[in-house]
């Protein structure tokens, strides 16, 4: 099974962890994406599988107001971290079960965003 999946722009890796009385939480700004990640998740219909999952993502930066990629971008493998631990326990219930992640750069768009697309796979691949 495939789905396909459009999620806000997300935080930093920098921002989304970080170290409270030696323990490591996330930040106010992840929670806030983490709920935007249930939000677009749940509109979605998307259920964690139990099974191992490929996960390809195109990172789309801010767009400009003359149309191009905002140069404070994120790196892609960031991004693509970011939103791997946001979808656990939504689209798989442990970052364990990813098999295979790839992350590509995409054109920009209004706000930036992540093209998500989850594939489940047999046991054993």
Known sequence: MITTLTLPHPVSANRYWRVYRNRVTRSPEAN????????????????????????RMTYHPRMTKNGSADKRRLDVTNAVKVAEDALQGLAYHDDKQVVSCTGRLGKPMAGGGLTVRIKTIEEGV
């Open 32 to 55: 806030d994406y983490r709920r935007a990640v249930i939000r677009a998740a749940t509109r979605a219909r998307i259920v964690p599988t139990d099974r191992p999952v490929i996960v």
